[in-house]
């Protein structure tokens, strides 16, 4: 049974950083893809980044040189760090996890999902 608990979420003032957490249980495959996305009320979820199980990493054009996706492998704990934040990056911040590497690249839908933290910029 594969469960994503993410943490780490909060307020915090324009300019300000976070850490995100996405505790990875159950999950032990040694090829997959990982990633963040987001919800913004009223608009679609979008893909902020995404790492695969060679250490490769994507990221969306709107947080490219502000946020950063790594992973500590031993823990399996996957991290997302938020700097120079803006209001516009205040959304639902989830986990995801999927067998299949090219999720990454939107070939495959992730498999699972954690239950989100909020991040609010303001």
């Known amino acids: 049974h594969v469960q994503l608990v993410e943490s780490g979420g909060g307020l915090v003032q324009p300019g300000g950083s976070l850490r995100l957490s996405c505790a990875a249980s159950g999950f032990t495959y040694t090829s997959y893809c990982m990633g963040w996305f987001r919800q913004i009320p009223d608009k679609g979820r979008e893909g902020v980044a995404g790492i695969e199980s060679d250490g490769s990493t994507s990221y969306a054009d709107s947080v490219k040189g502000r946020f950063t996706i790594s992973q500590d492998s031993a823990k399996n704990i996957l991290y997302l760090q938020l700097h120079s934040l803006k209001v516009e990056d205040t959304a639902i911040y989830y986990c995801?996890?999927?067998?299949?590497?090219?999720?990454?690249?939107?070939?495959?839908?992730?498999?699972?999902w954690g239950q989100g933290t909020q991040v609010t910029v303001s």
């Open positions: 995801a996890a999927s067998t299949w590497r090219r999720s990454c690249s939107g070939g495959r839908p992730y498999e699972y």
